[in-house]
């Protein structure tokens, strides 16, 4: 398959290095580009072959969220279109999270929203120390349901509860702390933190790699169709209320929401 959202190189390690490639939307998860880390994850991600992944993105920012325009769209659409769509970020983020090759994030700029989502299914993040978070889709009257799963695995309730209603954006220490990011290096130093990272797998055994995780997810939070399929319901709620098309809204025209 070719990607026109992803930029995919393979070394001569059989280390892959996949870039969300739409540096003028600021990696926004646009419906296209949901389809192709779906298919990557599925097909790259499933390589006995492949020794570690690396998930980076050009330009300033690793992943701004969610693609706004695609949002508005779900605004307008019916409950069965809604849930569809949003069945298909959840199906992204599943098959990232539970692919069985080491998934190590390079991460710089900001992740916000659905960003830290992709943050949160990486097995190791390592961030350029000026990268901001934030889970912003309150701001927008919507709420962090899709990527709930993940990020409540990775941060806990307590942890996540500080930062998963604000909307208040935080830095890479903080994100640290939270259990989002494994190690915060300066910028001049984040490719060598990455190739650290990527270094051990591969003197190890690529099949019992992927059975280790997989253990690790049978051990951990349980995240299954069941808990998908509510946190899509849930969404999908949230977008038929005055406050998600009044959010999104005022973001498109740059204007103030009536909250702020």
Known sequence: MTYDTLDIKIDERSVAYVTLNLPESRNALSAQMIAELTHMAEHLGARD???????????????????????????????????????????????????PTPLIGRVHGG????????CCVCDVIIADDSTKFGLTETKL????????????????????????????????DEAQELGIVSKAVAADQLDKAVEAEVAPYLSVAPVAVGRSKALARLLGPKIDEAV?????????????????????????????????
Request: proline share 3%; charged share 20%.
């Open 49 to 99: 072959d492949i020794r570690a992944i690396v998930l980076a993105g050009a330009g300033k920012v690793f992943c701004a969220g969610g693609d706004l325009k695609w949002m508005q769209q779900q605004i307008n659409a019916d409950r069965p279109t809604r849930m569809k769509e949003a069945r298909k970020l959840a199906e992204m983020l599943n098959a990232l999270n539970e692919m």
């Open 141 to 172: 009257g919507l709420i962090p349901a899709t990527i709930s799963p993940y990020v409540l695995a990775r941060m806990g309730e307590g942890n996540a509860r500080r930062v998963f209603m604000s909307a208040r954006i935080f830095g890479a």
């Open 228 to 260: 998908i399929d509510q946190t899509i319901a849930m969404l999908a709620d949230t977008w038929e209320g005055e406050e998600a098309a009044h959010g999104i809204d005022a973001f498109l025209t740059k204007t103030p929401a009536r909250w702020a």
């Open 111 to 118: 992740a916000f929203g659905g960003g830290v989502g992709m």
